[in-house]
């Protein structure tokens, strides 16, 4: 059976509406998942939510609902939102599914059973707020914690703890071993420095069920649930599991490999998109886990940077927001997709700017890719209607470098690399409508060959754009397609090659992709 590539986006939590960082990760790992269906590799891309602890409970307290209606409803807008960005996941775990608790409980039993979780009192500071235990180290200079802890209380409680101590010398070693295992490569350093300087305390996995009933019970004890990562992390395999993965199953269910032969392989994951303030989860406690249930680590943690907003933190409660649906309803969703593909790399932090949008979208959407497309379109259907003249080459080196950079960032996951090979292409074909003048051409019989060789360049170059910028703005690759009298999807890059256009081919009725907008 063939490995299917299979990549995750992080869950989100339901404790609010989705926000630009969530729709960002959500766009880069689309984007991920599109280009590896045109590379023509089989890809599971996998993203959903994060629906336990104390936040859910309280949030769902304060309006009077239960916990699980209270994520029933927010589920549905996170699902249309997913919808709304047009992702292609196919699959949406919730982490109140059963599905995903019986295989969090299978890896809790089988950690269990191994002897990597024991049962100890804790005596320490907690804070209620952030659901988490703290110690001296926490404190600030002035000694005193953090006012986002809230209130600090003094607690004895026992709980169960996932060792973590032993395992610090081998995930060193492992991290040496594999550069690529953390990405980009300052993240993986930072990883291995805090592994290098720091002493790794074992990890405290659960919570008294009579202070937080809202979570996954213990299979060895039902007095207490699991705690947040235990739960959320495990998604990257319950829903492989559910898919009826044989290395998870036979890892966690001791089912037999000849009952599992029909399913495509999905783990070891391929990459987990995150944001870099859960880089240590992904990066430290889960290859402990994995190891812990005898399973194989994942191949990549890329890890983004995170989004403000005119240089300032996005917040809620100091309204400097970006609602990314008001954004996709007033300019598009590829305008949406562009601005924040084309301005961040994935690594580091990004500032969202209105005018930078606006910028953008007037400079590389409008001029750019829409001008040129509604240009050649229109001069083929104005001056020869819209029937394709005899192949011409002039623009099919240019193409040609497009493509090959195209294919070779995609397979590299450099996004914003990748867009800046396409707007070269685009630049290129502008800059040749400017020197070639078809308009010119077409006021002079004389020059009637010429012009059929300049039509044909350019609309052969829109075509090779639309399968290049599919994985990115795959509505606009749709309609330029579809302007261009061609059927089906532009979603594979093989046929990025030049020549595509046969000599008689009609194209369709142009119409402009990114309409001006006035600048009031
Ligand atoms: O951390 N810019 O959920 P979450 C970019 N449930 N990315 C951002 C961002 C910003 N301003 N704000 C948040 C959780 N993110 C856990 C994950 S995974 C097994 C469990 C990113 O809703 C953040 O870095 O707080 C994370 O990758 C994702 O949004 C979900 O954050």
């Not at 405290?204 to 705690?227: E, H, M, Q």
Request: aromatic share 10%; glycine share 6%; charged share 25%.
């Amino acid at each position: 059976m063939n490995k299917r590539f299979f990549i995750t986006t992080a869950i989100d939590y339901v404790n609010g509406q989705p926000h630009l960082g969530h729709a960002y990760e959500k766009v880069v790992t689309d984007v991920i998942a599109r280009s590896r269906r045109s590379l023509g590799q089989e890809v599971f891309f996998l993203t959903g939510l994060d629906e336990h602890g104390q936040k859910v409970q309280q949030a769902a307290q304060a309006e009077g609902k239960s916990p699980q209606a209270y994520c029933d409803q927010l589920a549905a807008d996170w699902q249309a939102f997913a919808k709304k960005l047009e992702l292609t996941n196919d699959d949406f775990v919730r982490t109140t599914q059963p599905r995903h608790k019986e295989i969090v409980q299978a890896g809790l039993a089988r950690v269990f059973q191994a002897g990597q979780i024991y049962r100890q009192t804790y005596e320490g500071f907690y804070s209620t707020r952030e659901e988490t235990f703290l110690t001296d180290k926490d404190r600030r200079p002035d000694g005193t914690f953090d006012p986002s802890y809230g209130e600090v209380i003094k607690l004895q409680e026992e709980n169960y703890f996932f060792k973590l101590t032993e395992q610090q010398p081998w995930l060193i070693d492992y991290l040496e071993k594999n550069p690529s295992f953390v990405q980009p490569d300052y993240r993986r350093n930072e990883v291995l420095g805090f592994l290098k300087n720091n002493k790794l305390e074992d990890l405290c996995i659960s919570r008294p069920a009579a202070r937080l009933n809202w979570g996954i019970p213990l299979p060895f004890d039902k007095d207490y649930v699991t705690y947040v990562w235990f739960d959320a992390l495990v998604n990257y395999i319950s829903i492989p599991a559910a898919h009826g993965d044989a290395a998870v199953l036979s890892a966690l269910k001791n089912s037999q490999p000849s009952t599992l032969n029909s399913q495509p392989a999905l783990w070891p994951a391929d990459v987990h998109v995150i944001g870099k303030d859960i880089v240590k989860f992904h990066a430290v406690y889960w290859p402990i886990m994995l190891k812990a249930m005898g399973l194989p680590l994942p191949k990549q943690i890329l890890v983004h940077g995170w989004w403000q907003k005119d240089s300032a933190k996005i917040s809620k409660s100091t309204g400097n927001i970006v609602d990314p649906v008001a954004v996709i309803d007033e300019w598009g969703l590829d305008a949406f997709r562009f601005y924040v593909l084309r301005e961040l790399d994935i690594g580091p932090d990004g500032n969202w700017t209105d005018a930078g949008f606006k910028a953008r979208y007037s400079a590389e959407l409008a001029n750019g890719l829409g001008n040129l497309v509604n240009r050649s379109l229109s001069m083929l259907k104005r001056y020869r209607n819209g029937v394709v003249p005899a192949k011409h080459d002039e623009l099919a080196n240019a193409a040609a470098k497009a493509a090959g950079e195209t294919r070779a960032c995609l397979q590299q996951n450099r996004l914003q690399a990748a867009l800046h090979s396409v707007w070269g292409l685009i630049t290129r074909a502008n800059q040749y409508v400017d020197q070639t003048a078809p308009f010119k051409l077409a006021k002079d019989p004389a020059q009637a060959k010429r012009l059929d060789e300049v039509l044909y360049n350019l609309a052969e170059t829109c075509r090779v754009l639309a399968v290049l910028l599919w994985p990115f703005l795959p509505g606009t690759a749709g309609k330029i397609y579809a302007q261009l009298g061609l059927t089906g999807a532009p979603d594979k890059l093989d046929a990025a090659g030049w020549g595509g256009l046969t000599a008689g081919h009609k194209i369709g009725e142009p119409a402009p992709l990114f309409p001006r907008k006035d600048d009031r």
